[in-house]
Every structure is written in structure tokens, then in C-alpha cells.
């Protein structure tokens, strides 16, 4: 059974930054798509960040790109999402989910999810 452990969150001020974390037990590239989701209070989860493993395509959802930057450490087999200018809406739990085909904005096309963690950013 595949585990993923999200770390990394906290509470910050509007601006600054954060980095989460995703440890995935056994090899990150037996998963062909990786990403981080976001799910706000009263809202439906949506996808963030999305990586292709093998080719290292990437999706940003349009509220984060250029914020946001999602990458891997093969040799660590972790994610990560580095946030910057951090905005009050981007307060959302963040999970890591893993794929085992190519990248989709569906979450119900993912396979393995982490337990989530929490970020929240004050004005």
C-alpha cells in the first residue's frame, strides 16, 4: 500500500511563503502523475499543481501560477510545492495525490491521497 505524507504546513502572513512537502513510500516514479489539491472550507477540492514524473510537464491552476512551483526529489522520492506571495485564498488544506496514469484535474482520477495539511495565510 502505497503511503504519501504531506509536511510543511503552518500559518502565515499574506506575502510570504511556504513549502509543503510529500514523502511517498517506495519510488515517486512508479507513479506517472503526481499533484497537489486544495480544499477550502465550503468548497470543492481543486487541483493546484500537477506534475508528469517521467517528462516533467507541469500544470498550474491559473490562481497559483507563477506562485507556486511544483517539484520532485527522485532521490528522496518526495513532492514538493513551493508557495510564494502567499494570499489569505490560498487557506486550504493541501493534499498530495498520486497517479498512476497521466495527469488529470479530476480528483477522482487519483489513486493514493495523503492525510493533508493545513495552510493558512492572514492579511
Known amino acids: 500500500q502505497v503511503q504519501l505524507v504531506e509536511s510543511g504546513g503552518g500559518s502565515v502572513q499574506a506575502g510570504g511563503s511556504l513549502r509543503l512537502s510529500c514523502a511517498v513510500s517506495?519510488?515517486?516514479?512508479?507513479?506517472?502523475?503526481m499533484g497537489w489539491f486544495r480544499q477550502a472550507p465550503g468548497k470543492e477540492r481543486e487541483g493546484v499543481a500537477l506534475?508528469?514524473?517521467?517528462?516533467?510537464?507541469?500544470y498550474y491552476a491559473d490562481s497559483v501560477k507563477g506562485r507556486f512551483t511544483i517539484s520532485q526529489d527522485n532521490t528522496k522520492n518526495t513532492l514538493y510545492l513551493q508557495m510564494d506571495s502567499l494570499k489569505p485564498e490560498d487557506t486550504a488544506a493541501y493534499y498530495c495525490a498520486a497517479r498512476g496514469g497521466g495527469c488529470r484535474l479530476d480528483q477522482g482520477e487519483y489513486h493514493f491521497w495523503g492525510q493533508g495539511t493545513q495552510v493558512t495565510v492572514s492579511s
Open positions: 517506495g519510488y515517486i516514479s512508479s507513479w506517472t502523475c
Open positions: 506534475t508528469n514524473t517521467n517528462s516533467n510537464s507541469t
